[in-house]
């Protein structure tokens, strides 16, 4: 612990200012009052850098652009590869793991080792990687990176430690699991097809053993050539040339039969014991046309054929539709017998796996589930009931189902608040699932001993808003609220109202503000307008209250003639420089006549609103002059007080949302007074009112943006709100007009110097870096409160700072942090007794934690894009300031509580996460943690308590962090095991006289075929082995199961055995040369025995 005590007033640690003790950026009327001096401060700060730590705990939603799909049948995981490198692996709730590969690329193919706690991963950059399982952070183990051949398709026979690796050249190699080096056993593709042939027969598409014989594999071309490999004679059995090309092959339990899907939407099935055509052809949803031909049908991409005891067998497969029925949906087919059953699907197809209740490929397979990977959700359905339910799905699949415009996080929320949500959004949820168990169940996962109520709060474009559970590192959907249902549904005359405002989705979610104690919900919306949300357990009739405000620039033509000269215009996406234009010619347009209207109109009868969240209040902005209105940059709302604050570009508005009434309505120039420190003139506002420029920085990475949505508004008014000053020179900004709010507080605080006692306040700031606090007159009394006015009178106070203003926070004396006042959440929709209605329950906190040594003072702690400072009221002396950065700018502030303390976390535009100690703002903690690549993160990055954070790392998952030391050591506990010990099931006994009739699977002995001693090394130009983190001692941990203790005992001889062998190899080797040696040197001597000394 570290005492800071003032020694001389204004001397600060990071930066100096005046000494006279007022700040060097504010100016104010009145006289200081009583308050202590900065040098009568002694605050304790106990935060020091080992407290802190980066790291990411968890990952949720659904995997962005997914490529693979493999499934763990006796551990029950499940395991999901991406474009990007990723791979997500699910098992039971609270089971959730992301892994990334280094490199970055797609992962082709997945392949579990069934039971075993391992898995290996194909990726398009041509290597192989094996991960251990066995640990809750999987890491590498081993990987192979193929140098000449690209890697087409993996196969892993069950409890075989031999990999067959498919190459687009159309070889089959052989890879040892254990040591994941190459075998010298290699099917080259002119071994594998006649001689006679004269094409090659493409990649490798299909690889897999007989169930009926193991030293048989079946390979699969591309070009429709089938080959029977026996892997003991090293020849083929047979060999099937087939017109059309193969996708996928599947076989019958009893290795007699496989069946094959075509390029041309027909399946094929082939008799073992006649193999020179199909036995069968059928065309599923091709029909016969007149002239007796099938109608041309799209590909089947794969099919699974699996026989089940009771039942006739499950022929599942995707794709093969006809190509008339121009518009349908991707579908997945089910053949069960004769009766064909077609699900649609809503996302095209990437994948699907059929489960089944053995792991054994010679027994009847009994399938009860299909795992459906679509491009954008993922499905299961269930089997085992005709209709083909799908399960209810327990993972956040679905936080993408409209895209995610903004975010916010709350940590340590009331206890009583998430059963209520879950009690009302469990009414809303939809029905018609299968009633039994989510099938992949595996893993285990315990809540861990320090957990606290978390909610994440998500809005979407289509102006939904869903309430999560974030609670031990886990996500479930509580409520979800669609702020839509306050407005008419336009037609399509009215579209144009919003039309020049947003291209779509016009009530889509820019900003919330949520007080929990007192359940009051706010949201702004992409159409410039506010709703505002109460909370209630019962129904009711109700109607919406709609305010409308008009705010813009005063209108004045005088402007000198260094206006036009300095005014800094916002970047122009072009590149041209903006130039005076001419009066809008849309002046002679209908939009000229567009005043005084709002962008959509509210619901103005009696409606009906069910249990939840009930809209009381809509505020608009109002179009002026044929403009549309300024999106909203700032809003703040305080259940004690019961006052809104919303700012946009050109000024501020307060609202008492109780009174239903409009307190204050001011452009921002008029807040000021004479104290304005610029000392601008008001003028016209600009006609460009849309600004399309971003995040300055990041300009050149639009791409990203616009694949995530190439048209999202939101987007674009998030960029807005980010980019009003990226100049720290006041002379590039002293005559802007244009001055956005782009950040309002309400707050107990001193409007004035001379105010001896805090009085409720308004805190704004603004883009150009000002800070303006507004006093107001509040009664007290509830009846005067709901009968007299709230007096609004801006005084004039102004702090300054380099950089838009982003966070105010205050602390008291003791460096505590003083939460705003709130009221105690009450049911006004409850019945009751009408003559005694129920009070209102304020909670107010003050600074008194340090009153009696310090008296009425506290601290206010301001951050902008480019500095932070910590400023004593009332007298405003300015006691510390921190220039966060200078090459870059701040995108995210908040001042939150960590292990007992509180500290100023930023989040800048460079990638960098800060913590700054308080109120001392001494760097913590600096780490260049995540480049930024697109906006997305800029507009969802959100700190909350607890030393936790998230953004959007995709436009499907959000990425949960944490930047405590205490959570990170913790973090091992919170997370689930992937890996379960589970004795792998017994293979059923077949009988005598099936396996006398050759029924019975014949086994044989890999290791005495791959092996080196009989197949030799493989070649060390066609793959490189590249050691993981976990090396030789994570695979023999995770070497396991039924085959576990003999591959520890065979490894261990491995090793034994390679050192003997090496040691012996290098004894003879010493031999040989020494051999040679003594041979030349006698025969040097021979040489030179009867020469003379004159001779050599």
């Known amino acids: ?78 395991a999901i590869g991406t474009r990007s490198g990723g791979v997500r692996l699910l098992g039971r709730p609270g089971v959730d793991c992301h892994c990334q590969h280094e490199s970055g690329a797609a992962v082709l193919q997945l392949q579990f080792l069934i039971n075993e706690g391992a898995l290996v991963t194909a990726c398009a950059d041509d290597t192989l990687h094996l991960w251990n399982l066995r640990q809750r952070r999987p890491a590498i183990l081993h990987s192979l990176k193929f140098n000449r051949e690209r890697i087409t398709f993996c196969h892993l026979p069950f409890q075989s430690k031999w990999l067959y690796v498919g190459t687009e050249r159309g070889n089959t190699h052989i890879v040892n699991i254990e040591s994941f080096v190459l075998s010298g056993y290699v099917i080259m593709w002119n071994k594998a097809i006649e001689l006679s042939t004269k094409t090659h027969p493409g990649p490798v598409v299909h690889l897999s053993d007989s169930p009926k014989d193991e030293g048989k594999l079946l390979i699969g071309f591309e070009s429709g050539t089938i080959v029977m490999w026996d892997l003991r004679v090293k020849r083929a059995d047979f060999r099937i040339y087939y017109d059309e090309a193969i996708h996928s092959v599947s076989w019958h339990h009893e290795g007699r039969q496989f069946m094959c899907s ?55 497969f995707s794709g093969g539709l006809s190509y008339d029925k121009a518009g349908r949906r991707p579908t997945l087919t089910i053949m069960h017998g004769k009766a064909i059953t077609v699900l649609e699907m809503d996302y095209p197809i990437v994948d699907f796996m059929v489960l089944c209740d053995t792991p054994y490929l010679n027994e009847v397979q009994e399938p009860y589930a299909v795992v459906v990977l679509l491009e954008k959700d993922f499905v299961v359905v269930d089997l085992t009931q005709s209709n083909f339910p799908i399960f209810e799905n327990p993972y956040p699949m679905d936080v993408h189902e409209s895209p995610v415009t903004c975010t916010a996080y709350f940590a340590d929320c009331p206890p009583d608040i998430i059963p209520v949500l879950y009690s009302i959004g469990a009414k809303h949820k939809k029905t018609g699932y299968s009633h039994k168990e989510w099938p992949v169940s595996g893993g285990t996962w315990t809540v861990g001993s320090q957990t606290y109520p978390e909610i994440i709060v998500t809005g979407h474009a289509d102006g939904s808003i869903k309430f999560w559970d974030a609670t031990a590192i886990t996500l479930q959907m509580l409520y979800k609220l669609k702020t839509s249902k306050v407005f008419e549904n336009p037609k399509s005359g009215d579209m144009g109202r919003s039309g020049d405002l947003v291209e779509e989705d016009p009530y889509a979610v820019q900003m919330i503000s949520w007080c929990p104690q007192s359940r009051i919900f706010c949201v702004v919306g992409i159409s ?48 041209l420089s903006p130039q005076p234009q001419p009066p809008s010619p849309r002046s002679n347009t209908p939009d000229s006549t567009r005043d005084s209207i709002t962008c959509l109109k509210v619901k103005d009868r009696m409606i009906r609103t069910p249990p939840g969240y009930q809209a009381e209040l809509v505020v608009q902005f109002l179009w002026i002059d044929g403009e549309p209105p300024q999106q909203i940059t700032s809003l703040d709302l305080n259940s004690a007080y019961g006052l809104l604050a919303v700012g946009n570009c050109n000024g501020l508005a307060v609202v008492d949302y109780l009174q239903k009434t409009i307190l204050l309505c001011m452009n921002t120039l008029e807040l000021y007074g004479s104290a304005d420190p610029f000392q601008r003139l008001t003028r016209s506002p600009r006609k460009n009112r849309q600004s399309t420029s971003g995040l300055t920085e990041l300009s050149d990475n639009q791409v990203s ?6 048209k999202s508004p939101t987007s674009e008014s998030r960029e807005n709100s980010f980019s009003r000053s990226r100049s720290s020179s006041v002379s590039s900004i002293d005559r802007e007009t244009k001055e956005a709010v782009t950040t309002l507080q309400f707050m107990e605080s001193y409007g004035r110097k001379s105010d001896s006692l805090p009085t409720p306040c308004l805190w704004v700031g603004t883009s150009l870096g000002l800070v303006l606090i507004i006093p107001m007159s509040i009664p007290m009394d509830e009846q005067e409160r709901q009968e007299d006015h709230v007096t609004v009178a801006p005084t004039g106070t102004v702090l300054m700072l380099k950089g838009s203003i982003l966070r105010f926070s205050f602390l008291d004396c003791g460096g505590a942090l003083i939460h705003s006042p709130y009221e105690v959440w009450r049911d006004q929709q409850a019945p009751g007794d009408p003559d005694r209605p129920r009070k209102r329950k304020l909670v107010n906190f003050s600074a008194s934690s340090s009153q009696e040594a310090s008296g009425d003072c506290h601290l206010a ?76 993160i800029a507009r969802t990055f959100c700190f909350t308590n607890g030393g936790q954070a998230l953004y959007l790392c995709s436009p499907t998952e959000i990425q949960r962090i944490t930047y405590s030391q205490e959570m990170c050591d913790n973090l091992q506990e919170m997370l689930g095991e992937l890996f379960t010990p589970i004795e792998t099931p017994e293979a059923q006994n077949r009988g005598f006289l099936k396996g006398f009739f050759g029924g019975n699977a014949q086994t044989f002995d890999r290791e005495e075929l791959f092996g080196e001693a009989s197949a030799g090394k493989g070649s060390r130009s066609l793959a490189q082995h590249i050691p993981g983190q976990g090396g030789m001692e994570g695979m023999k941990a995770a070497a396991g199961g039924v085959v576990g203790e003999l591959a520890r005992a065979r490894i261990a001889l491995d090793e034994r055995g390679q050192r003997l062998g090496e040691l012996e190899e290098r004894t003879a080797l010493m031999m040989t040369s020494a051999e040679t040696f003594s041979k030349h040197a006698h025969e040097m001597m021979l040489k030179c025995k009867d020469k003379k000394w004159y001779q050599f």
């Open 861 to 936: 702690v301001v951050c902008s894009e480019r500095q932070a400072k910590v400023f004593l009221m009332p007298t405003q002396a300015c006691l510390y300031v921190h220039n966060i950065t200078e090459s870059s700018f701040v995108l995210r502030a908040d001042v939150v509580s960590v292990c007992n303390s509180v500290c100023l976390a930023c989040f800048c535009a460079n990638g960098h996460i800060m913590t700054l100690s308080l109120p001392s703002l001494r760097p913590l903690l600096d780490v260049n943690y995540l480049p930024l690549t697109d906006m997305r």
């Open 262 to 316: 075509h390029s041309d939407g027909s399946l094929s099935m082939w008799n073992m014991r006649n193999t020179a055509k199909p036995f069968q052809v059928t065309f599923p949803h091709g029909k016969t046309q007149r002239d007796s031909r099938k109608e041309s049908c799209k590909p089947i991409l794969k099919v699974e054929y699996k026989t089940s005891r009771n039942s006739e067998a499950f022929v599942v």
């Open 705 to 710: 943006l616009d694949l995530e949505r190439s």
């Open 528 to 575: 410039a307008h506010v709703i505002l949300y109460s909370f209630s357990k019962h129904d009711a009739n109700t109607t919406i209250t709609s305010l409308e405000v008009r705010l813009q620039c005063e209108m004045e033509d005088v402007i000198s003639p260094s206006d036009t000269e300095n005014t800094p215009c916002y970047s122009d996406p072009s590149g």
């Open 1 to 78: 612990m570290k005492k800071f005590r003032k020694v001389l007033d204004g001397l600060t640690t990071s930066s100096p200012v005046n000494p006279g003790g007022s700040p060097a950026c504010g100016s104010a009327a009145g006289t200081p009052s009583a308050a202590p001096t900065p040098r009568d401060l002694e605050i304790q700060e106990t935060l020091m850098s080992e407290h802190f730590q980066i790291c990411k705990t968890v990952r949720h939603g659904f995997p962005y652009q997914p490529t693979a799909l493999a499934f763990d049948p006796v551990q029950k995981i499940l």
